[in-house]
């Protein structure tokens, strides 16, 4: 016979308890709210002012290194295949394969750091990158530069895919915008300065100075990861952990029915048994009118102690399943990856424009592509505040309530002259004009495309709560898979139909990755709650 004790349930508690023949409880407090916003032991949203920057700089100037690692090594590869024996197609793969590699790994980073945290998968990647690094320096083949440059993209992508999640961790939806635009101004300066320290570099000390400026960089990035950065994630905040509880909660519920069923046949001096713990429920089935549309009752802090998680339970593919089976996501990230493409597309056809029609070498070429990240960072930093001040002013019209799709109307100023301006850019260079007008319309193009890229990606991340390392890999994922066709085409279409028919083409694919995100600022609304009120149902009625 099972005993009282075996099937006791804590009544006249605010928590639900399951408890199935153990010492060991888990326990649900029921918590409606959203879950950026629940309830956590020293909370990353309070911290103060000079931790928080503390960290936007570190993982700022981490993700700076990964942008130098892409282009620093343009001018030194005629010294790298001349040291190394390398053909032209093994040179270009050095490039190739690091922006390939660097997308996919971040959806792995991204589970990890849903288990053992921020720090840890940032210590451990960036240990590897710096590892990869010193052995590119040292290196005697062009097989082991290739291999080792897959594995330096490896772990960078973890500085490039959980980073604007761990700004979530610590800043407000209405900051997110300025914080957004700071942070990812670091990565459009990398590639800007990579020509120019490399020609220094190259020149002076030879390619493998490069590699070692990098390591070197990187070390100090790790240093300062390992003894300043404190741990943003909060697992009470992790849909990853929450969905874990749930099914807890299910199957201790599916184990008390068994065992009162059992008490019952087998004892009629039993008591009857209490109800058995209810599942958690989303504010849409309780009916709660001041909670707002995406929030759910989450478990406490103290729920969490006995819960052990495992990879196989944060099993990056089902998130990212469900987050490419909203509509609102799967558009915004290809509009996100176009941008990015462009980014990269026009870095790379200019370098070889200047130097076949203007006789520029590898430092002049680096001065005026600095045009174009210096215009990168402003629309960064611009785009960001403006994207904070818009969200501001729309939330104050609607009565003080906000939702994510108002912060992409920040993109509409730059929309109307991003397509002219990369069009001009493109037939400037096919005249062969005086340097100062690309100069003028790299900065534009710079400016205007990173000004509509900071609300995408702050957007991203506010439209997914509990998921932003998840969604903001699956941007990262994108982003490098469309970079990396894009490079691979851009010549071969350059030498074909010109710079002038090139970026003519480039500025109607700006139209579509327009049209994308407004139809993301009209209808996203629409699609990510139907998606929401899909998802809720599916928890209420998980069989």
Same mark, same amino acid.
């Given at each position: 016979?099972?005993s009282?004790?075996?099937t006791?349930?804590?009544?006249s508690?605010?928590?639900?308890?399951?408890e199935?023949?153990?010492?060991?409880?888990?326990?649900?407090n029921?918590?409606?709210t959203?879950?950026?916003?629940?309830?956590?032991?020293?909370?990353?949203?309070?911290w103060?002012?000079?931790?928080?920057?503390?960290i936007?700089?570190?993982?700022?100037?981490g993700?700076?290194?990964?942008?130098?690692?892409?282009?620093?090594?343009?001018?030194?590869?005629a010294?790298?295949?001349?040291? #190394? /024996?390398?053909?032209?197609s093994?040179?270009?793969w050095t490039? +190739? @394969? *690091?922006?390939?590699?660097?997308?996919?790994? %971040?959806?792995?980073?991204?589970?990890?750091?849903?288990?053992?945290?921020?720090?840890f998968?940032?210590?451990?990647?960036v240990?590897?990158?710096?590892?990869?690094?010193?052995?590119?320096?040292?290196s005697?083949?062009?097989?082991?530069?290739?291999?080792m440059?897959?594995?330096?993209?490896?772990g960078?992508?973890?500085?490039?895919?959980?980073?604007a999640a761990?700004?979530?961790?610590?800043?407000?939806?209405?900051?997110?915008g300025?914080?957004?635009g700071?942070?990812?101004?670091?990565?459009?300066?990398?590639?800007a300065?990579?020509?120019? #320290? /490399?020609?220094v570099?190259?020149?002076?000390?030879?390619?493998? +100075? @490069? *590699?070692?400026?990098?390591?070197?960089?990187? %070390?100090?990035?790790?240093?300062?990861?390992v003894?300043?950065?404190?741990?943003t994630f909060?697992?009470?905040r992790?849909?990853?952990?929450?969905?874990?509880?749930?099914?807890r909660?299910?199957?201790?519920?599916?184990?008390?029915?068994h065992?009162?069923k059992?008490?019952?046949?087998?004892?009629?001096t039993?008591k009857?048994?209490?109800?058995?713990?209810?599942?958690?429920?989303?504010?849409?089935?309780?009916?709660?009118?001041?909670?707002?549309?995406?929030?759910?009752?989450?478990?406490?802090?103290?729920?969490?102690?006995d819960?052990n998680?495992s990879?196989?339970d944060?099993?990056p593919?089902?998130?990212?399943?469900?987050?490419?089976?909203?509509?609102n996501?799967?558009t915004?990230?290809?509009?996100s990856?176009?941008?990015?493409?462009f980014?990269?597309?026009?870095?790379?056809?200019?370098s070889?424009?200047?130097?076949?029609y203007?006789?520029?070498?590898?430092?002049?070429?680096?001065?005026v592509?600095?045009?174009?990240?210096i215009?990168?960072?402003?629309g960064?930093?611009?785009g960001?505040?403006?994207?904070?001040?818009?969200l501001?002013?729309?939330?104050?019209?609607?009565?003080?309530?906000?939702?994510?799709?108002?912060r992409?109307?920040?993109t509409?100023?730059?929309?109307?002259?991003?397509?002219?301006?990369?069009i001009?850019?493109?037939?400037?260079?096919?005249?062969?004009?005086?340097?100062?007008?690309?100069?003028?319309?790299?900065?534009?193009?710079?400016?205007l495309?990173?000004?509509?890229?900071?609300?995408?990606?702050?957007?991203?991340?506010?439209?997914?709560?509990?998921?932003?390392?998840?969604?903001?890999?699956?941007?990262?994922?994108?982003?490098?898979?469309?970079?990396?066709v894009?490079?691979?085409?851009?010549?071969?279409?350059?030498?074909?139909?010109?710079?002038?028919?090139?970026?003519?083409?480039?500025?109607?694919?700006?139209?579509?990755?327009?049209?994308?995100?407004?139809?993301v600022?009209?209808?996203?609304?629409?699609?990510r709650?139907a998606?929401?009120k899909?998802d809720?149902?599916?928890?209420?009625?998980?069989?």
């Open positions: 016979m099972v009282e004790e075996g006791r349930h804590i009544q508690s605010p928590h639900i308890a399951v199935v023949g153990s010492p060991v409880a888990v326990f649900y029921e918590i409606k959203d879950i950026e916003h629940a309830p956590v032991e020293d909370d990353p949203l309070r103060g002012n000079a931790r928080k920057t503390a936007l700089i570190i993982v700022s100037a993700s700076m290194i990964v942008g130098l690692a892409v282009s620093i090594q343009n001018p030194a590869n010294q790298i295949q001349s040291d #190394l /024996g390398a053909s032209t093994e040179i270009s490039l +190739s @394969v *690091f922006i390939l590699v660097q997308g996919v790994p %971040g959806l792995v980073w991204s589970a990890i750091s849903e288990i053992k945290g921020r720090k998968v940032y210590v451990s990647s240990a590897l990158f710096v590892v990869a690094s010193a052995i590119v320096a040292a005697k083949t062009i097989g082991l530069v290739i291999g440059r897959a594995l330096q993209a490896a960078s992508s973890a500085l490039m895919s959980i980073a761990t700004l979530a961790d610590i800043y407000e939806p209405h900051e997110r300025t914080k957004m700071i942070y990812y101004s670091a990565p459009l300066l990398g590639p300065l990579g020509p120019i #320290l /490399g020609g570099l190259t020149q002076g000390l030879g390619w493998r +100075s @490069v *590699f070692w400026f990098i390591t070197i960089c990187a %070390g100090v990035v790790l240093l300062a990861l003894v300043l950065f404190k741990d909060r697992k009470e992790s849909l990853a952990y929450q969905n874990v509880l749930q099914i909660a299910r199957e201790g519920e599916l184990q008390h029915q065992l009162d059992t008490s019952h046949t087998f004892s009629a039993d009857p048994a209490q109800p058995a713990p209810e599942s958690i429920t989303s504010p849409q089935q309780t009916g709660d009118p001041n909670v707002e549309a995406n929030g759910h009752t989450f478990a406490s802090a103290s729920s969490m102690k819960v998680v990879l196989a944060v099993n593919f089902p998130p990212l399943l469900k987050i490419l089976t909203r509509l996501n799967i915004i990230l290809f509009a990856g176009l941008i990015f493409a980014s990269y597309s026009i870095s790379y056809t200019c070889r424009t200047l130097s076949e203007y006789g520029y070498d590898a430092l002049q070429i680096g001065l592509l600095l045009s174009y990240g215009g990168s960072m402003c960064s930093l611009l960001g505040r403006w994207s904070d001040r818009t501001a002013k729309l939330k104050q019209e609607n009565g003080g309530k906000s939702y994510a799709e108002m992409l109307s920040s509409r100023p730059a929309m109307w002259f991003l397509p002219p301006a990369i001009g850019y493109g037939w400037v260079c096919e005249k062969h004009v005086h340097v100062a007008a690309i100069c003028i319309m790299l900065y534009l193009s710079g400016l495309s990173t000004w509509v890229y900071a609300s995408t990606l702050a957007y991203i991340v506010d439209a997914n709560p509990g998921r932003s390392s998840t969604i903001v890999a699956t941007n990262s994922a994108f982003r490098c898979v469309f970079a990396f894009a490079i691979e085409v851009a010549i071969p279409i350059q030498v074909a139909i010109g710079d002038g028919g090139l970026y003519t083409l480039w500025g109607g694919i700006m139209i579509i990755m327009e049209v994308l995100t407004l139809a600022l009209y209808k996203g609304k629409k699609w709650e998606c929401e899909k809720s149902e599916n928890r209420s009625n998980p069989d």
